[in-house]
T-cell receptor
């Protein structure tokens, strides 16, 4: 079975400070990992996926298969980063997403 | 940019009533999904749909749920006899292809069963 764990429900940081959102997963095969973001009153949007290895809005995430983690990082948080962030897993040959519980990020001025 | 649209945004219904939630997926997408999120809980997969049939469903998706693509644009989720525990945000989503593709979500339909 697939499981995604986001241990922090809330992260509160000051503008300009680094932010790291933790995501751990359990899956016996080769997963695809994603971060979705939901800004206030908006839809879930894909932020980034591990196979792209790109940086979106200053965020990066590295898949660590040894630690089964896919933590999301940004060196300098901005107020507009305040949102709900969801880590999600999809098995390589599938199309169903398994979500973590989400982390609310609050960036204070 | 094309978007998945959902109606209604909010519906209140009495326990035991039938509810239909509607979705218009992105036009060139072939795979359609419903997810739900009970307040304070995780976003959970309900069902995926391709080529006019269910391709995968979760344990949550029991006989009281059904999905349909009644015409070329709409994708619906029907709950036959709603229960209090069906109160949740229901998200429709679509993707162009199977696996490896981005899944795009609608804004959600908030269902309250009283």
């Amino acid at each position: 079975a697939q499981r995604v764990t986001q241990p922090e429900k809330l992260l509160s940081v000051f503008k300009g400070a680094p932010v790291e959102l933790k995501c751990n997963y359990s899956y016996s095969g080769s997963p695809e990992l994603f971060w979705y973001v939901q800004y206030s009153r908006q839809r879930l949007q894909l932020l980034l996926r591990h196979i792209s290895r790109e940086s979106i809005k200053g965020f990066t995430a590295d898949l660590n298969k040894g630690e089964t983690s896919f933590h999301l990082k940004k060196p300098f948080a901005q107020e507009e980063d305040s949102a709900m962030y969801y880590c999600a897993l999809r098995r390589a040959a599938g199309n169903k997403l398994t979500f973590g519980g989400g982390t609310r990020v609050l960036v204070k001025p | 940019e094309p978007e998945v649209t959902q109606t209604p945004s909010h519906q209140v219904t009495q326990m035991g009533q039938e509810v239909i939630l509607r979705c218009v997926p992105i036009s060139n997408h072939l795979y359609f999904y419903w997810y739900r999120q009970i307040l304070g809980q995780k976003v959970e997969f309900l069902v995926s749909f391709y080529n006019n049939e269910i391709s995968e469903k979760s344990e949550i998706f029991d006989d009281q749920f059904s999905v349909e693509r009644p015409d070329g644009s709409n994708f619906t989720l029907k709950i036959r006899s709603t229960k209090l525990e069906d109160s949740a945000m229901y998200f429709c989503a679509s993707s162009e292809l199977y696996g490896g593709n981005t899944i795009y979500f609608g804004e959600g339909s908030w269902l309250t069963v009283v």
